[in-house]
C-alpha cells in the first residue's frame, strides 16, 4: 500500500451524533452528485477512492499563471489577455488572497441548516469597476481542437465554479454570474519536442447559477445521516469492477476449500486465529 493512502480512515469520518460542524470540501460535493453511495463510503464509512497520480504538467501551469496574474494583482491593473478579451476587471488585491488558494483553508463558510463547514479553493478572483467578483479558474490541457466547456465531463469544472460563487456571496461578496476559465492549451503541431511546449491560453466565459447548492447540501446531510448504504450507480464500471473481483475471489478461496483435506478437530481451548483472506 502506497504511503500516501490509509484505506481506512478514521479522520474526516461523519459521525450523525456529532455537534461538530463537519467540513465538507466542494470536491466532496462534487462526488455526492457523482455518485452519492461512493460519497457515503468515503465521508461516513472512511473509504475513500485512492487518487491518482499527481498532474504536475497541469500543476506547474497554475502556479506560474497564479505568479503572472499576481503581477498584474501588484500593479493594480489587467492582464493583456484580460484586455484582449475586453473583460473590464482586475485581478482583485485582498488580504486574503493566499488563504482562498489554500486547499486546506480555502473560502469557507458555515451552513447553518446542515452544521456542514463548507470550503473549497480557489485560483484567482478578479474585480470589476462596480465592485463586482469573478471567479476564476485555471485550466491546462492539450488537445488540438479549440477548447471549449461543451463536453459532458466539464460539468464538474461548471459546479466548481459555482460552488465558489456560492461561497463569496455566503461571505457577503457581490459576485458576478460570470466567471472565468483561463484555459492554457499545448500545442502538438511543432516538429519536435526540443524541451518546450507552447500554450494558447484563451479565455472562456461561463455564467453560472448557485441555486443548487443550498438544496444539495441538505440532501447530503440528509443521506450521511441515514444508516443505509446508498445504491451504486449502475452506469460506473468502478462497482462493476470490485464486484466482479470479489467474486472471483470468493469463488476461487471456496474451490481451495473444497480442495482441501478436512483439518481434524482443534482440541478444546486451542481456537486457531482466523484472517481474512479475501484478497
Ligand atoms: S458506483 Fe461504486 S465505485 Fe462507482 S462511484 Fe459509485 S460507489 Fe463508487
Request: aromatic letters at 12%; glycine letters at 6%; one cysteine or more.
Amino acid at each position: 500500500m502506497s504511503q500516501y493512502y490509509t484505506a481506512k480512515r478514521t479522520r474526516g469520518v461523519y459521525d450523525p451524533k456529532s455537534d461538530e460542524p463537519f467540513k465538507l470540501s466542494r470536491s466532496k460535493i462534487d462526488l455526492f452528485i457523482e455518485c452519492p453511495r461512493c460519497f457515503y463510503v468515503d465521508r461516513r464509512l472512511g473509504v475513500g477512492r485512492p487518487a491518482g497520480f499527481p498532474f504536475n504538467l497541469n500543476s506547474a501551469v497554475d502556479a506560474l499563471l497564479k505568479k503572472e496574474f499576481d503581477i498584474h494583482r501588484k500593479n493594480g491593473e489587467a492582464h493583456p489577455l484580460m484586455k484582449t478579451y475586453n473583460i473590464d476587471a482586475v485581478p482583485m488585491a485582498h488580504k486574503n488572497i493566499e488563504i482562498w488558494r489554500d486547499v486546506f483553508k480555502g473560502i469557507a463558510y458555515y451552513h447553518k441548516p446542515t452544521n456542514f463547514h463548507v470550503y473549497g479553493a480557489i485560483d484567482d478572483v478578479w474585480v470589476n469597476p462596480k465592485g463586482e467578483l469573478h471567479i476564476v479558474d485555471y485550466k491546462a490541457t492539450s488537445k488540438d481542437a479549440e477548447v471549449t466547456l461543451d463536453a459532458e465531463w466539464q460539468m464538474g469544472y461548471k459546479r466548481q465554479m459555482e460552488i465558489y460563487q456560492w461561497l463569496f456571496r455566503q461571505n457577503d461578496f457581490k459576485v458576478s454570474k460570470t466567471g472565468y476559465f483561463v484555459y492554457a492549451n499545448a500545442g502538438r503541431d511543432k516538429k519536435a519536442f526540443d524541451g518546450v511546449l507552447e500554450f494558447k491560453v484563451t479565455i472562456i466565459p461561463y455564467i453560472g447559477s448557485d441555486d443548487w447548492v443550498d438544496r444539495t447540501l441538505k440532501d447530503a446531510k440528509e443521506t450521511l445521516d441515514k444508516d443505509a448504504i446508498p445504491d451504486a450507480s449502475p452506469e460506473c464500471d468502478y462497482c462493476a469492477y470490485r464486484n466482479a473481483a470479489v467474486e472471483v475471489i470468493r469463488s476461487a478461496h471456496a474451490k481451495k476449500e473444497v480442495a482441501k483435506p478436512t483439518p481434524p478437530p482443534a482440541s478444546p481451548g486451542k481456537k486457531k486465529k482466523e484472517k481474512s483472506t479475501l484478497f
